[in-house]
């Protein structure tokens, strides 16, 4: 979680277009990954029937990149990240739809105070102004995190994190390609620190180490754990970019992240109480 929280303070850091900052982390990750594949003798064969469906979880992945460094551009760290963690309640919704499963009233109730949340974020809802598209930029890519991790779940018992990680970051890589060819190699080149940083602490370590704990956990038990994320990250961002949130973005935050703990502890209580039958 320590990892990947990086990504918002790198976000705001690497100063290139959004498109050019994903397919740069996306190259740098999928080179890396490779090679930790090779060195530790991980095997990269997935079934052909499965293929599309992985891809399809790389489009997905790449949208999620793509609306999250929006948001951190037009924003701030605090922002950024806190519109993103209303994930985990977007996947309770989105896992009666694609599952089947019953949709329960609490939901609703969480859903509720997310939106409450959100509000606090930004109590002026205007679309010209730019902490409004931000969350709103965050929200979509809220949508394609849950998306993608919910497919991935049906996926990760048959394959390693990392080789998944491979094929995801490769489609990024290939997706974003053409936007490098618009920016000049000596402005990307300049920006390298933050850009390896992308690529190897939050990409190939921190989302490989996240996938890895599908294993262990529900999608919903993962989103909890990983709620602690915006709270490293606004203090990574504090410490080294001098952002220093409202006391409304503290609130709306608190009231978001509430909604994912108290998912948590209702999802945890499930598991015990279906093991224990």
Not at 23 to 33: D, E, N, P, S, V
Not at 35 to 45: M, T
Not at 129 to 145: E, P
Not at 231 to 257: D, Q
Request: overall charge positive.
């Amino acid at each position: 979680m320590l990892f990947i929280a990086t990504s918002g303070p790198l976000g705001r850091f690497v100063d290139l277009p959004v498109p050019v900052i994903t397919g740069m982390r996306g190259i740098i990750a999928f080179i890396l990954l490779i090679l930790f594949c090779r060195w530790r003798n991980i095997s990269l064969k997935v079934k052909n029937g499965d293929i599309p469906l992985i891809l399809v979880t790389g489009v997905l992945m790449a949208a999620h990149w793509l609306f999250y460094f929006y948001a951190l551009q037009w924003s701030n760290v605090a922002i950024g990240m806190l519109s993103l963690f209303t994930y985990p309640v977007i996947t309770a919704f989105l896992e009666p739809i694609l599952l089947k499963s019953k949709l329960q009233r609490m939901h609703l109730l969480l859903g509720a105070l997310v939106l409450l949340g959100i509000y606090f974020l930004s109590p002026n809802f205007n679309l010209r102004d730019s902490n409004t598209l931000a969350i709103l930029m965050g929200l979509v890519s809220a949508v394609s995190y849950a998306l993608r991790n919910i497919i991935l779940k049906l996926k990760v018992e048959k394959y390693q994190g990392t080789t998944l990680m491979v094929y995801q970051t490769g489609t990024i890589a290939i997706l974003m390609l053409p936007a490098l060819f618009f920016t000049a190699p000596k402005e990307i080149l300049g920006q390298w620190e933050g850009l390896l940083a992308l690529g190897v602490l939050t990409t190939a370590i921190g989302h490989s180490l996240f996938l890895m704990t599908f294993k262990h956990f529900s999608i919903t038990t993962v989103s909890i754990l990983s709620s602690v994320q915006p709270i490293y990250g606004i203090l990574i961002g504090a410490l080294f970019l001098n952002e220093i949130p409202k006391a409304t973005t503290l609130f709306g935050g608190a009231l978001i992240l509430s909604s994912v703990v108290i998912e948590g502890f209702r999802a945890s209580k499930k598991q015990q109480v279906s093991s224990q039958d």
